[in-house]
């Protein structure tokens, strides 16, 4: 119990209480001294009767009873014959015995008021904490109320009690809010039945019934009609109670879950249109269950394993096992005539029967580093042995919430890859025929640059054979003279193999090569057309420069051709300064520039749309190819082509990219 400060005062200590009793008799014995000495009054009993009290009052029965007997002694020495003496004479004992029990009931009475007060100081003290701690709770329960209707207003819930032998309901504010009735009017079993939809009035009736006869709890869902016209989808849930004189009460909450019925029709909805979609795409369509497979690869982030390349290349058996881990759970019907199926339940099944092991390791890593989609064009094996080419788009839209799903969708390419391989043996008849006619006009350079070894060679043998016929052949010169017979004819080898490779007609080569040395290949290849007209090349090669990915015949046919345009157009303006500047360049670390720059007339502005046109030539005996074939080998090669006239020597300037290899 909590101690008021203002009642300390009331409580010292043992001690003092009775050293204030000894002062109160002290202060008696002097005040009848002086009434005696001065006023020649006869001493008093009254002021030791005043002590004794003050004494009680003060310090309580101890005190009390001490003050009463201090007093008795006091009265008997100071004022009672003999003075000064402690011998209680017969006479004196009557009147001393009646002020000791006089002293005494005082001290009792006085305990007894001051225990009387003291008890009420408790109780007016504990009444006052329980009125504080009944403040709190209440201000605590209008804290909890206040949450309650907050929380039932965002949740749409409401509650109700429902007395079933008086028929009384009482709401909470959300439920009138949910059933839009008056907080002020009493609820009945009428308000809920006028809310009723018409179609769930005998439901409702039913479970009112049921609840009343067998006092059963109910948990239903039945529709509200509302005043202006709409319609409210409600879950009533409550159960029974019965308290002390024995009436039958529910409990309940009303959820107000419009919001959730149209949610859930809009996913039923979506969910229709997903498998309409699914079913009757005209792309094969195949959902996969990548459940085991996630877990797989779980297994092994755990391990710690961060680079899933180098891990399947180290244990290849691995692959084999996360294949058959990923598993067909659903296909569409072309899916099932694309795969060579007569049903569904052919298709489903491990993804390994279709996917070869590459195809399968490409998607599994893009999933390995957590990208939501993966394409490319690869090949598959139905059941029934075909192989097909077909565009594979595999989607993982739940990769973070739900990764256990994937979709994958299938195109039948086949055709379109025919047709493109189809069209790249004619792009390499267009190149081996524009070869062939470049080859024809060089014929002249050709036969020059043939000519000039054999002919070294004839000279050589022709001085070999005087030297054999002196009577002392000199055979060291004889040696140095055949050797170099040997040189030229290997010099004229290499032209031929040059030419023959131009000339030969093969399907394109993929390899890693280097511009800079294509470039001095095809320069040498035209040194002899380069040095008759007369032509200044500059070649800036590039060191540094990575390689590229290409066929180097086709490269060799694209800077041949470009260098023979730039020598016939300046031979044609009839200049004397004919300067031709090639540059390999990096224009940023993946694509390699390479820039061929002329001091020709140039391009007329009108020609530069069609330049790469098929057919279109500026020249009279031009057949329109060379350029457009250029540009066909340049854009398989993954680059691209340009022509303008902003050369810094005055004339044209062609530009093509060709993306890097970085080692």
Same mark, same amino acid.
């Given at each position: ?8 005062w ?13 002062l109160g ?5 002097i ?6 000495t001065?006023l ?9 009767l ?7 009052w ?17 009265f ?21 015995a ?8 005082v001290v ?9 007060a ?20 209440n201000a ?8 309650l ?12 009690g429902?007395?079933v ?6 709401w909470?504010?959300?439920?009138y809010?949910?059933f ?14 006028n ?12 479970v009112i019934k ?6 059963e709890?109910f ?8 005043p ?6 409600l879950n009533?849930?409550?159960?029974a109670?019965?308290?002390?004189s ?15 019925k149209?949610s859930?029709?809009?996913?039923r909805?979506s ?17 996969l269950?990548?459940?085991k ?8 982030r755990?391990?710690?394993v ?16 996360l294949?058959n ?22 298709i ?7 996917y070869?092991?590459d195809a399968?390791?490409?998607?599994l890593?893009?999933?390995w580093?957590?990208e939501?989609?993966?394409?490319e ?8 042995g ?19 799903? !994937?979709?994958?969708? %299938?195109?039948?390419?086949? &055709?379109?890859? =025919?047709a493109r391989?189809?069209?790249? +043996?004619?792009? #390499? *008849? ?9 080859l ?24 070999s054979l005087?030297l054999?016929?002196? !009577?002392?052949p000199? %055979?060291?010169?004889?040696? &140095?003279?055949? =050797?170099?017979?040997?040189?030229d004819? +290997?010099?004229? #080898? *290499?032209?031929?193999v ?11 080569e ?8 294509v470039?001095r ?5 035209l ?17 540094a420069?990575?390689k ?6 086709q ?10 345009n730039?020598i ?7 200049t004397?300064?004919r ?17 061929l ?7 007329e ?7 790469f046109d098929?057919?279109f030539?500026?020249r009279e ?23 303008d ?19």
């Amino acid at each position: 119990m909590r101690e008021l400060t203002r009642l300390n005062w009331f409580k010292p200590s043992p001690g003092l209480s009775y050293v204030i009793a000894l002062l109160g008799v002290s202060a008696a014995v002097i005040a009848n001294l002086l009434l005696e000495t001065y006023l020649e009054a006869f001493p008093t009993l009254f002021l030791f009767l005043c002590a004794i009290i003050f004494a009680a009052w003060f310090g309580g029965v101890g005190p009390g009873v001490a003050a009463t007997a201090l007093s008795i002694l006091a009265f008997d020495y100071f004022f009672l014959a003999p003075i000064h003496s402690v011998n209680l004479m017969l006479k004196n004992i009557p009147r001393i015995a009646l002020f000791g029990m006089a002293g005494l009931f005082v001290v009792g009475l006085m305990a007894a008021q001051r225990n009387t007060a003291e008890s009420l100081r408790r109780s007016r003290a504990d009444l006052e904490d329980k009125v504080r701690e009944l403040e709190k709770l209440n201000a605590a329960l209008k804290i909890s109320e206040t949450y309650l209707a907050e929380a039932q207003r965002l949740s749409h819930t409401g509650s109700f009690g429902w007395n079933v032998s008086s028929g009384e309901i009482l709401w909470s504010e959300e439920s009138y809010r949910i059933f839009e009735y008056d907080p002020a009017t009493r609820a009945t079993i009428e308000m809920v039945l006028n809310r009723a939809h018409p179609d769930d009035m005998a439901l409702v009736r039913q479970v009112i019934k049921r609840a009343t006869t067998h006092k059963e709890a109910f948990d239903f869902e039945h529709r509200l009609l509302m005043p202006d016209g709409s319609v409210k989808h409600l879950n009533v849930v409550a159960h029974a109670v019965t308290d002390k004189s024995a009436e039958l009460q529910f409990v309940g909450a009303v959820m107000d879950i419009t919001a959730r019925k149209k949610s859930e029709e809009a996913l039923r909805i979506s969910e229709q249109r997903y498998r309409h979609l699914f079913q009757h795409m005209p792309i094969a369509l195949l959902q996969l269950n990548a459940s085991k497979l996630v877990e797989l690869l779980n297994g092994l982030r755990a391990e710690g394993v961060t680079e899933l390349g180098p891990y399947i290349d180290r244990y290849p058996d691995v692959l084999q096992q996360l294949m058959n881990a990923d598993r067909i759970e659903e296909v569409n019907e072309r899916a099932i005539e694309m795969l060579g199926g007569r049903n569904a339940s052919e298709i489903l099944g491990s993804l390994a029967r279709y996917y070869s092991p590459d195809a399968f390791r490409r998607g599994l890593e893009s999933r390995w580093r957590g990208e939501p989609m993966h394409q490319e064009e690869t090949k598959i094996t139905t059941l029934d042995g075909r192989i097909i080419d077909v565009l594979k788009t595999a989607t993982r839209p739940g990769l973070i919430t739900d990764p256990d799903i !994937s979709l994958v969708g %299938l195109i039948d390419i086949t &055709e379109r890859v =025919q047709a493109r391989d189809m069209l790249q +043996r004619v792009q #390499a *008849d267009f190149a081996h025929a524009a070869r062939m006619s470049m080859l024809g006009e060089l014929t002249a350079s050709i036969a020059h640059e043939v000519n000039q070894p054999l002919a070294a060679i004839a000279t050589n043998g022709e001085v070999s054979l005087r030297l054999l016929g002196r !009577s002392e052949p000199d %055979l060291a010169e004889v040696r &140095e003279m055949t =050797q170099c017979v040997i040189n030229d004819a +290997r010099r004229a #080898a *290499d032209i031929i193999v040059r030419v023959r490779t131009m000339a030969t007609r093969q399907a394109p080569e993929q390899t890693l090569l280097s511009v800079d040395e294509v470039i001095r290949e095809a320069l040498l290849f035209l040194r002899h057309e380069v040095q008759s007209h007369g032509l200044a090349v500059t070649h800036h090669s590039n060191p540094a420069a990575p390689k590229v990915l290409g066929d180097r015949t086709q490269l060799q046919q694209v800077f041949v051709n470009l260098t023979v345009n730039a020598i016939q157009a300046m031979a044609q303006m009839g200049t004397t300064r004919r300067t031709l500047v090639i540059r390999t360049t990096l224009s940023d670390p993946d694509t390699l520039c390479c820039t061929l720059e002329d001091s020709g007339p140039g391009i007329e502005p009108k020609h530069l749309d069609r330049l790469f046109d098929s057919f279109f030539t500026t020249r009279e005996a031009g057949m329109g190819l060379g350029l457009r074939i250029s540009r066909s080998i340049i854009e398989a090669h993954g680059g691209g082509i340009r022509a303008d006239n902003e050369s810094a020597y005055g004339g044209a300037r062609f530009s093509f990219t060709l993306p890097a290899k970085q080692h």
